[in-house]
Structure formats: C-alpha cells, structure tokens
Nanobody, 119 residues
Framework: QVELVESGGDLVQAGGSLRLSCAAS????????MGWYRQAPGKQRELVAS???????NYADSVKGRFTISRDNAKNTVYLQMSSLKPEDTAVYYC?????????????WGQGTQVTVSS
C-alpha cells in the first residue's frame, strides 16, 4: 500500500509565495514520475507540473516562470515552489505519482491541499 500526503497549502495574498510538499510512504520498488495537479471550483483537474525520476520537468503554460517542481528521492518527496501567485491559482492542489510495485506500475493520488490566493 502506498500513501501520498500533501502539505503546505494556505491563504496567501496575490504576489506571494508558497511551497507545497508531497511525501510518499509505503512499499514500492521505485518511484517513476511525480506531479502536481490542481482543481478549481467548477473546473476540471489540470496538470500543473511534473518531474521524471531523472529530473526532467514539464509545466503548464499558465505557471511557467512562476512555479518550480523538484523532488528529493532520498525523502520520497516532491515539492512545488509557487511564486508570484495570482488569484487564478486558487485551487485544491493534488500530488500524483507512479510507482513500480510487485504488481506492476501503479499510480496514486494524494488527498489534496487547498491554496487560496486573495487579490
């Protein structure tokens, strides 16, 4: 069984910064790609950023230059550093990761953490 736990969500003013963390626990052979998604009220969940096991990154156009994804493989943790936050960044942010397990490749989601940006 694998669990992902996010933290770091908060209420922040526009222009501010936040760092989200997502820690994995449980049993696996390896962790492949990890990523952050977000879902605003009334909207579909969308990819914000992703990072491969080798460190290659990908960002949504809306966050390029403002957000940075990173991972600490020793801590089984992925981070999302968010800067120059805008009200439209307000959403529940979810972590997702792909694990190689004894039963094959499996993906897991975290429970989400709320980010609210006030204008």
């Amino acid at each position: 069984q694998v669990e992902l736990v996010e933290s770091g969500g908060d209420l922040v003013q526009a222009g501010g910064s936040l760092r989200l963390s997502c820690a994995a626990s449980g049993s696996w052979i390896s962790i492949n790609a990890m990523g952050w998604y977000r879902q605003a009220p009334g909207k579909q969940r969308e990819l914000v950023a992703s990072i491969t096991s080798g460190g290659s990154t990908n960002y949504a156009d809306s966050v390029k230059g403002r957000f940075t994804i990173s991972r600490d493989n020793a801590k089984n943790t992925v981070y999302l550093q968010m800067s120059s936050l805008k009200p439209e960044d307000t959403a529940v942010y979810y972590c997702k990761a792909y694990f190689r397990t004894d039963w094959g490749l499996r993906d897991y989601w975290g429970q989400g953490t709320q980010v609210t940006v006030s204008s």
